[in-house]
């Protein structure tokens, strides 16, 4: 005991002697090295304190020895299992072409009459990385394509941050028409909607499922859990594996969640890597 003690005051002696000398070398803090987030997902850098601003006793210093936590790495990326192929539904029709004709005149619920344009896809129906949203907002509405508000704007850097092309993959919403003021999609609506995105699934065949947003990935899972209980985890959609993460609207309403964003792109890149099923 006595032994363990003369070695932490040892080490405290030690670290006041390094804090000192570094406090009077001017310096506030020693600076540890940490990966960048990509340029997309970067926030603004804070401009450096003067070096005349006086040192506050509360505020962190670290010492060797003493480092703060690491920041959170992506979860090791399990490879991919071989995809149970989802059969298309007989009762739709067998090409995206045709599908989405049939969107383009459905009237299945209320949006019908709200809407603008239908909402199908966009990207390449050969995409092994296929990315869900919730529904169209007010930008998609008026074009007929998914992701190209600012939120969209985001989804493609995303995709850009890990090596991949927008128009490599496959993106597509639960719902194909706006609901109004944008709001959460009511069950009944994903009930009526919902096939027409496993047909989808079905026909484009991808490896991996992202689901962007709680909504989305709620309805495709057919859960409530919240999305810290979802992310990192690997779930599954009629037999393609599935990930969850943050709306690129949520990331530019609350940029702190880019971190986690980033930590999950990073997790989709490197299951796409290793897994590699046919
Ligand atoms: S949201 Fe879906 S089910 Fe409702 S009208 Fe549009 S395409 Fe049909």
Redesign the pocket.
């Known amino acids: 005991m006595d032994d363990g003690r003369g070695e932490l005051v040892a080490i405290a002696g030690e670290a006041v002697t390094l804090l000192t000398r570094e406090l009077a070398r001017g310096r506030r803090r020693i600076e540890l090295s940490a990966a960048p987030l990509p340029p997309a997902l970067a926030a603004p850098a804070l401009a450096a304190p003067a070096a005349s601003t006086p040192v506050d006793a509360a505020t962190p210093l670290a010492l060797p020895g003493f480092e703060p936590p690491a920041p959170p790495r992506a979860a090791a990326a399990a490879p991919l299992p071989a995809p149970v192929r989802l059969a298309p539904r007989s009762d739709l029709p067998g090409t995206l072409a045709e599908v989405k004709a049939l969107?383009d005149t459905?009237?299945?619920?209320?949006?019908?009459e709200t809407?603008t344009r239908?909402v199908f896809s966009d990207g390449t129906d050969k995409a092994r990385l296929m990315f869900v949203g919730e529904?169209p907002g007010r930008d998609e509405d008026l074009q007929g394509v998914p992701f190209v508000g600012r939120a969209g704007q985001l989804l493609t850097k995303m995709i850009e941050a890990i090596q991949m092309k927008r128009g490599n993959v496959y993106i597509a919403n639960v719902?194909?028409?706006r609901p109004p003021e944008n709001r959460t999609p009511i069950p009944t609506?994903v009930e009526?909607?919902i096939p027409?995105l496993e047909q989808q699934i079905a026909l484009v065949r991808p490896d991996l499922i992202v689901a962007l947003g709680l909504s989305a990935a709620q309805g495709l899972l057919g859960t409530k859990a919240s999305m810290g209980a979802l992310r990192g985890r690997t779930f599954e959609y009629k037999g393609v594996p599935l990930v969850a993460t943050y709306h690129p609207a949520a990331l530019l309403r609350n940029p702190g969640l880019k971190k986690d964003a980033w930590v999950d792109l990073q997790r989709v890149r490197d299951m796409l890597r290793e897994g590699a099923p046919a």
């Open positions: 969107v459905c009237r299945l619920c209320p949006l019908c809407r239908t529904a719902l194909k028409c609506e009526k909607c027409y």
